[in-house]
């Protein structure tokens, strides 16, 4: 079999999501580093690949593949491995809620309004902007309240078992965690809180750490 090869850069949410999701799979696959942040651009040639020069894209047998819950079903639907969808229309229809939750209202506040101004700026010796963390706390305390009312009580976003939902959620999770506010938001909501310990402790976290945050790389099995 061919293997699929990802596009991306190790510190992007979005890349790592497709990560998560290939490893849980048990695929076999090349990862090869892309920085749209790169003073020089994009790599030549990779607006081929992706024409919004966004990250990260994705590539089988021939098939090219752009936008990372894209890539994310496709790999859960195409290769073989524990499914990452429910199998009921009503539980894959939470999962897509929960994705379209995280895109719209979720990443923004809690990686650029949060964990960038109060975490990156001060590493590169740049003020933080208090009012836009004021702002993207309220967003975001009421973002993961959601989250965890959807829980209903389950283990995971979705239900009873791991799904695209769940790994679509903890990358960005990481990086609000970094931030002293995202820490106390995550410490108020204590069911959420338990879901990240479980998710932190499965192997495929641990595989893929961001280099901008340190995280535990040794911590225990998941039960």
């Not at 695209?164 to 970094?178: C, F, G």
């Not at 204590?190 to 750490?209: G, Y």
């Amino acid at each position: 079999m061919v293997q699929p090869v990802l596009f991306g850069a190790a510190y992007s949410v979005y890349t790592r999501i497709a990560r998560l999701t290939l490893i849980e799979k048990g695929v076999a696959h090349a990862f090869e580093e892309v920085d749209i942040f790169d003073p020089a651009g994009p790599p030549v040639g990779y607006l081929e690949r992706h024409p919004f020069g966004r990250i990260p894209s994705f590539t089988h047998d021939g098939f090219a593949l752009y936008e990372t819950a894209a890539i994310a079903r496709y790999v859960d639907e195409a290769f073989p491995g524990p499914p990452l969808q429910p199998a009921t229309p009503r539980g894959r229809a939470r999962v897509a809620q929960i994705v379209g939750i995280l895109d719209s209202y979720g990443y923004r506040p809690m990686v650029w309004d949060i964990f960038v101004e109060r975490v990156r700026r001060p590493q590169q010796n740049e003020p933080s902007d208090e009012a836009t963390i004021a702002k993207a706390v309220a967003q975001t305390d009421r973002c993961i309240a959601v989250l965890e009312g959807l829980m209903a009580g389950n283990p995971w976003l979705a239900g009873e078992a791991l799904s695209l939902a769940d790994l679509h959620a903890a990358p960005m999770i990481a990086y609000l965690r970094a931030a002293p506010e995202g820490a106390a938001l995550m410490a108020g909501h204590p069911r959420l809180a338990a879901w990240w310990e479980r998710i932190a402790a499965r192997p495929s976290m641990r595989a893929t750490p961001s280099p901008l945050v340190p995280e535990p790389t040794d911590a225990p099995e998941p039960p």
